[in-house]
């Protein structure tokens, strides 16, 4: 069982470069969301999707892009990176609204 | 506004020393509170889902207990695998999760 995949794992970039953070998952959910986790804070959602072709903002949606186009994948897009993204970033999807989350195992991403 | 509020912030206790992390909250129409443990370098995982005061859950040395304003976390003679942080997330009436920051938790062995 592979759960939630997420990949890169690790990822450097400079300001204003962008790049795709890519997130798939085999337990068929509808239901997938993007996290944000900083020092200090609690996780923080940036997107969510309640199924293929249905996207949605979250807390902190400023900056990052998502498209919803198969059940198992849900990407992630910076689209000009700066320094406050520096983060590691959480993919999580579920069977449900009030359902637990599945996460994956973040990307660490450092923007110079 | 909705809020969650975890403490204490980081917790040292030696192996098999019982103690308790708290999840405090202010939610409107409270739907469910969730724990997580978080390993480093990993993701959350869940642990306890709970939907109303006085409800208990228990897994192996775990028990979660949830009054009308906050959540408890006990951990009775823990054992150092149980090192982890600890996450506790509210759902509001209109199904958004609101995260508190995390307990860490080191037991020593």
């Known amino acids: 069982n592979a759960g939630v995949t997420q990949t890169p794992k690790f990822q450097v970039l400079k300001t204003g470069q962008s790049m795709t953070l890519q997130c798939a998952q085999d337990m068929n959910h509808e239901y997938m969301s993007w996290y944000r986790q900083d020092p200090g804070m609690g996780l923080r959602l940036i997107h969510y999707s309640v199924g293929a072709g249905i996207t949605d903002q979250g807390e902190v949606p400023n900056g990052y892009n998502v498209s919803r186009s198969t059940t198992e994948d849900f990407p992630l897009r910076l689209l000009s990176a700066a320094p406050s993204q520096t983060s590691v970033y959480f993919c999580?999807?579920?069977?449900?609204?009030?359902?637990?989350?599945?996460f994956g195992n973040g990307t660490r991403l450092t923007v110079t | 506004e909705d809020q969650v509020t975890q403490s204490p912030e980081a917790l040292r206790l030696q192996e098999g020393e019982s103690s308790s992390l708290n999840c405090s909250y202010t939610v409107s129409g409270l739907r469910g509170l969730f724990w997580y443990r978080q390993d480093p370098g990993k993701g959350p995982e869940f642990l306890f889902t709970l939907y109303s005061a006085g409800e208990e859950k228990e897994k192996e040395r775990l028990k979660a207990t949830l009054t009308k304003k906050e959540s408890f976390l006990h951990i009775t003679a823990p054992k150092p695998e149980d090192s982890a942080t600890y996450l506790c997330?509210?759902?509001?009436?209109?199904?958004?999760?609101?995260w508190g920051a995390g307990t860490k938790l080191i037991i020593k062995p």
């Open positions: 997330a509210v759902q509001d009436s209109n199904y958004q999760l609101i």
């Open positions: 999580a999807s579920s069977s449900g609204y009030n359902s637990p989350l599945h």
